[in-house]
């Protein structure tokens, strides 16, 4: 017979994966880009590449988000690729619409912190949302939530150590105070992915040894019955 939740679902993947995409649009456009924060993961690494050596960001990132793509692809399956690249596209496309005809300005150069929390808020979400429908919004996300799985650890985690990293390096060309309310966002951000994708699933506990009590007993009159 067939599923049909397969059909509802598939549906409702897709406007979460596009409700994520577009949050981190807004996001990467009018918080980030408009207040001069910085980027962490493979978006960081492509402009350190092309500060360094003289490497175009584009070409950068394709060159990382390939391997880690093709990675997916065998341990995640087609699904999740598709998904991927569902986000990747609209992003794209989102972005670009909002850089040509979004008027919005959002100033918030007097107050950084503001900028990083609104900026880790909704990064957080949108990422999260995104990982929840099974996809990622990057190859920088794929890496985390594969290491995730990998070393057990937190996706949330990986996210803001990767992140850091990279951020840690970008301050060689990049100003001290900017790097720093980055990590802020990102540490925000991170702590939001790992609420989104951990909301409704049950946590991991570890298994305690227990001694059943019919054998307790038992072990208890054998050792009576020896004295």
């Not at 959002?106 to 990982?131: D, E, Q």
């Not at 309310?181 to 990102?186: E, L, N, R």
Request: charged share 15%.
């Amino acid at each position: 017979m067939r599923n049909h939740n397969s059909g509802v679902r598939l549906p409702l993947q897709l406007t979460i994966n596009l409700i994520g995409t577009l949050l981190l649009s807004f996001t990467y456009y009018h918080i980030n880009y408009q207040n001069h924060l910085t980027e962490g993961g493979f978006v960081g690494l492509s402009l350190l590449g092309k500060y360094v050596l003289g490497l175009s960001p584009s070409l950068t990132v394709l060159l990382l988000d390939l391997p880690v793509l093709l990675a997916a692809l065998v341990l995640k399956g087609k699904r999740f690729v598709c998904n991927t690249f569902i986000s990747i596209g609209s992003f794209t496309v989102f972005y670009g619409l909002m850089e040509r005809y979004s008027g919005l300005v959002l100033n918030f150069h007097g107050n950084l912190a503001l900028a990083a929390l609104l900026s880790g808020l909704l990064t957080g979400l949108g990422a999260g949302l995104v990982l929840r429908c099974g996809g990622a919004s990057g190859g920088d996300d794929i890496l985390s939530l594969l290491i995730s799985e990998w070393k057990g650890i937190k996706v949330g985690t990986v996210f803001i150590i990767m992140d850091i990293v990279v951020l840690l390096l970008s301050l060689f060309y990049m100003p001290l105070r900017e790097t720093m309310y980055t990590a802020m966002a990102v540490i925000v951000a991170g702590q939001v992915i790992t609420f989104i994708t951990s909301l409704g699933k049950p946590k991991r506990t570890k298994k305690k040894l227990q001694v059943q009590p019919a054998l307790v007993g038992r072990k208890e009159a054998t050792a009576a019955g020896k004295l």
